[in-house]
């Protein structure tokens, strides 16, 4: 068994704007939003959150009709990539995790600050590569997955891999957990990079700004406390 961690969610560089923290420790995914033309009639400001606000009262005014790309979701438990990302995500198999992290910023509260949070994770039921599938197959996986981001793009899913959590075992977590800091670099340019205390428990260090090359867990005494952490 193995974890990998990717980082998902709205960010600066996509959309210029990170999810809210609230002073309890609950927050908001949100996704980033839709580059490529697809079906979602979702946006930011007709979508209402955990909080029961529309996304939008957290971002700038002038992105709040932009169509949200939803991935992964946690309604059936999908993740898709059709990127340099699929050939890590090919070499996940069943009961393996895929922990999700994203950045948030604190909202209407001094508790929490600007940092990477953990926000759910996949227990791993299925790895499909689009590659492989007939036409039959991918229309059969069309109908099992609609909610994902990727089936609802209008082109071809070429380089496509979709994988698929365990219902029971998979989670949007209620609270965030905080897993990096603040480092800077060479030239004083700050980066998000492992926390200290997350190094010891989990294994891994240095700079998380981004997924590639996703971070790796696979020493038991670590992957146990991940799953402490998750509270799995």
Known sequence: MKAMLLRVGIDKGTDGALGPIFED??????????????????????????????????LPKEIEHRIMHHDPEF??????????????LLKL??????VFYAGLTPFKNSKYKEALYIIGYFAINDIIDFNQLSETEMREYYRLYPNNAHLKRVDYPEDLVI??????????LDKAILISQTNHDKNGKPYHAVSNEMQI??????????????????????????????GS
Do not use: H, W
């Not at 198999?93 to 895929?98: C, I, S, Y």
């Not at 994988?163 to 949007?172: A, D, I, M, P, W």
């Open 25 to 58: 420790g609950t927050f908001e995914y949100i996704p980033m939003s839709e580059k490529a033309k697809s079906t979602e009639t979702k946006a930011f400001g007709n979508t209402i959150g955990r909080s029961g606000q529309p996304f939008s009262t957290y």
């Open 75 to 88: 309604e059936t438990f999908t993740y898709g990539d059709p990127t340099s990302k699929r050939e890590y």
């Open 93 to 98: 198999e069943k009961e393996d995790l895929l």
């Open 163 to 172: 994988v698929v959590g365990q219902e029971n075992r998979s989670k949007l």
């Open 201 to 230: 428990s989990l294994g891994i260090s240095g700079s998380i700004q981004r997924s590639i090359p996703p971070r790796l867990i696979r020493q038991k005494e670590n992957l146990d406390n991940l799953k402490c952490v998750l």
